[in-house]
């Protein structure tokens, strides 16, 4: 064993014998990093659930642009081609008369009489071109493009867009969005008190062994011998607090889903908040500790810094 | 200039006109002061309380920077030393403080193997050497006994443990009896020939004439911050004027 590989040895030996020997100091602020943790994580996992429900209800958007008989194929594809090149357009579609046909009565097998009566009439439905916008705020751009009257007039009925979804789509992206706003300034304030309040712990460990780090100086140990232990202790807390934020919600997951019958609170859809927990579970512990230890590490740093200056020269 | 280079090397410590003020209103702590200490050699630094003796001694530990003047211990020049490597000098030598410094919550094995577990010495050598270095200075017996169980002269014998398990080219002893009765205080001093004998550079602060004159070294004596004397084999008298000695040189 090299001598860099016994001294971290060192270093991290006695920054868990002092984890244990602080116990109670380590309690304190391992209670509030929990805090800052599951707020995080509570933020995240609310954060991809109104996503989810936002992009649920934006996929089932679509236009529906019926088309006159007497089109022509060759007007038919322009007018596909200039849907297309619209910025706000994400898939653009073409059913002929056949093919609309073909989709209808796979849409309705099981309903004999309808299949019954289609086929001994004409083909009664429209040429169809789908239309899936990018974006639902970008409806109206799709809109006023078909409304334009040399599109209008190629078209055998008003195009249908299923758009009455559009209140309750606004009231979901408004919440989410008021949702996030305060999530983000809970987590900064959270995170903020997390790491005075253990800046704080480390700067009473250290006062209460200040005689010994004096003598750790005198006898010549290096900034981090002397350092590193405070950081391991702290790490110590960002780690074991992390782990027990994500149980935290795990718990909370298994309750809720136990005493709510409905899958979802609210706008919150809890049945994918939950399918997204267990999904992601491990890459969601990996930034939970990437957060404790960096909040653990960031404070002990800061707070062993005073105590470590040397003098300066007094001129 | 090579002469000068060739004495920096020959010499374990250099001071020169070395000036510490910590307050402007109150004078100079040290002033001027310069001094020449070779390899093996065995120095008692005398003077009354507040004369300037533990400045020296902080200064050659780099606790403290001087206001003016060059130090240069062991080929380290203190103007060229970055924040970073002060531990790195402070290795090289090794510190005994008249309030022993040892760690409460260790036993005397343990607080002379942090000396060594600092620098990153693997635990067999540790369990090697420390207890050749506890032999040295007696206390081999008493290994797994607390600070709180010692005598004091048994303390301090630990601290001096402490400072030569890395066996550094200079001890520096910084009134090492002064909380000690006369016969701890001669067991302390034993250990401080001993390692002397072994080849160390020993920098001795004292007050007590008695050992001064027994030991028959250098002795330094500084007064209000300026080198009153400095004689080879002398003796001292706190109240009294140095008496005649062999002049140094």
């Given at each position: ?315 | ?12 410590i250099?001071l ?17 002061i310069s001094l020449h200490v070779e390899?093996k050699e065995f120095v008692i630094v005398v003077g009354q309380?507040?004369a300037g003796k533990?400045?020296l ?116 002893a910084?009134e090492?009896t ?7 205080a001669w067991?302390?001093i034993?250990?401080l020939e001993?390692?002397n004998?072994?080849?160390?550079t020993v920098l001795l602060t004292t007050h007590n004439q008695d050992i001064v004159n027994k030991l028959k070294r250098r002795v330094i004596t500084i007064k209000?911050?300026k080198i009153d004397s400095d004689r080879a084999n002398a003796s001292y008298n706190e109240k009294r004027p140095v008496p005649e000695a062999r002049v140094r040189n």
């Amino acid at each position: 064993m090299g001598r860099r590989t016994t001294t971290f040895g060192r270093i991290v030996r006695t920054g868990m014998l002092n984890f244990v020997r602080n116990a109670w100091l380590a309690v304190a602020a391992m209670a509030i990093m929990i805090i800052t943790l599951t707020i995080i994580l509570f933020s995240l996992i609310v954060n991809a659930t109104f996503r989810n429900t936002v992009d649920q209800i934006t996929d089932k958007i679509n236009i529906s642009i019926y088309l006159k008989d007497t089109v022509s194929e060759a007007q038919a594809k322009t007018f596909v081609d200039d849907l297309r090149a619209l910025p706000s357009v994400e898939k653009v579609s073409y059913l002929d008369k056949a093919a609309a046909l073909r989709a209808y009565m796979k849409q309705n097998v099981g309903n004999e009489s309808l299949l019954k009566a289609i086929n001994e009439t004409d083909n009664p439905l429209p040429a169809t071109i789908q239309v899936k916008p990018r974006d639902l705020n970008q409806l109206g751009q799709i809109r006023s493009f078909i409304e334009k009257p040399d599109n209008k007039k190629l078209q055998s009925d008003p195009a249908s867009d299923n758009g009455d979804r559009r209140e309750a789509i606004d009231k979901i992206t408004h919440a989410t969005n008021i949702m996030r706003r305060a999530g983000v300034v809970a987590v900064a304030v959270f995170a903020t008190i997390s790491v005075l309040i253990i800046f704080n712990t480390i700067q009473m460990a250290i006062f209460n062994r200040r005689d010994e780090l004096q003598i750790m100086r005198l006898l010549g140990a290096s900034t981090w011998y002397i350092r590193g232990p405070f950081v391991i202790e702290a790490i110590i807390y960002g780690i074991l607090s992390a782990i027990i934020s994500i149980l935290l919600i795990n718990a909370l997951f298994i309750t809720a889903s136990n005493s709510l019958q409905a899958t979802s609170l609210g706008i919150l859809d809890i049945s994918y908040s939950q399918q997204y927990f267990r999904n992601h579970f491990w890459w969601l512990l990996v930034i939970q500790l990437a957060l404790g230890i960096l909040i653990g590490a960031a404070s002990s740093i800061i707070a062993t810094r005073r105590y470590l200056k040397f003098k300066t020269p007094k001129k | 200039m090579v002469s000068d280079r060739y004495a920096i090397i020959l010499l374990m410590i250099l001071l020169d006109r070395v000036t510490k003020t910590y307050n402007k209103n109150l004078g100079s702590a040290l002033d001027r002061i310069s001094l020449h200490v070779e390899p093996k050699e065995f120095v008692i630094v005398v003077g009354q309380s507040g004369a300037g003796k533990s400045t020296l001694l902080k200064l050659l530990t780099r606790e403290e920077r001087p206001s003016s003047g060059k130090i240069i211990v062991g080929g380290i020049d203190y103007d060229k030393l970055p924040d970073k490597n002060i531990p790195l000098l402070r290795r090289k030598i090794g510190v005994v403080f008249q309030d022993f410094k040892l760690l409460p919550n260790r036993t005397v094995f343990e607080n002379v193997a942090f000396a060594l577990e600092i620098v990153g010495v693997s635990q067999k050598e540790i369990n090697n050497t420390v207890p050749r270095v506890l032999d040295i200075v007696n206390l081999k017996d008493k290994a797994s006994r607390m600070p709180r169980e010692l005598s004091g002269g048994e303390r301090q014998r630990v601290a001096i443990a402490r400072a030569i398990v890395r066996q550094p080219k200079i001890l520096i002893a910084d009134e090492p009896t002064g909380n000690l009765d006369p016969k701890h205080a001669w067991d302390v001093i034993a250990v401080l020939e001993k390692i002397n004998r072994y080849g160390t550079t020993v920098l001795l602060t004292t007050h007590n004439q008695d050992i001064v004159n027994k030991l028959k070294r250098r002795v330094i004596t500084i007064k209000q911050g300026k080198i009153d004397s400095d004689r080879a084999n002398a003796s001292y008298n706190e109240k009294r004027p140095v008496p005649e000695a062999r002049v140094r040189n």
